[in-house]
């Protein structure tokens, strides 16, 4: 119950500094690492591992028309994902 109260009172204050705080160009970036699950080949029923590597993703968004509260954003999100190691039994690939 607690929660719910809390949400109805943030909810439109971080909408409102938001909306006030709008910028006509936005730019983010994000790194991580990815998961990815292991696989079986269908084959020989061995299972291939994946390495968890580093990714970095990059947006850019731009303002197209605001109303009031409400905006409408045109994005471009780019994600790199430079290596992934792949495991698989006896070192060879599948």
């Known amino acids: 119950m607690l929660a719910n109260r809390l949400a109805v ?10 909306s006030a705080l709008a910028q006509v160009n936005e730019f983010s970036i994000t790194a991580g690492r990815a998961f990815v ?6 084959i020989t029923g061995l299972p291939v591992h994946f390495g968890q590597e580093e990714m ?12 009031s509260i409400f905006g409408l954003y ?8 430079p290596r992934m190691d792949v495991n698989y039994n006896l070192g060879t690939n599948p």
């Open 9 to 18: 009172l943030v909810v439109p204050v971080l909408i409102l500094v938001s």
């Open 74 to 81: 045109a994005e471009l999100p780019v994600a790199i994902y």
């Open 37 to 42: 699950s292991t696989q079986t080949v269908p």
């Open 56 to 67: 970095f993703e990059f947006n850019y968004g731009r303002l197209l028309k605001s109303h």
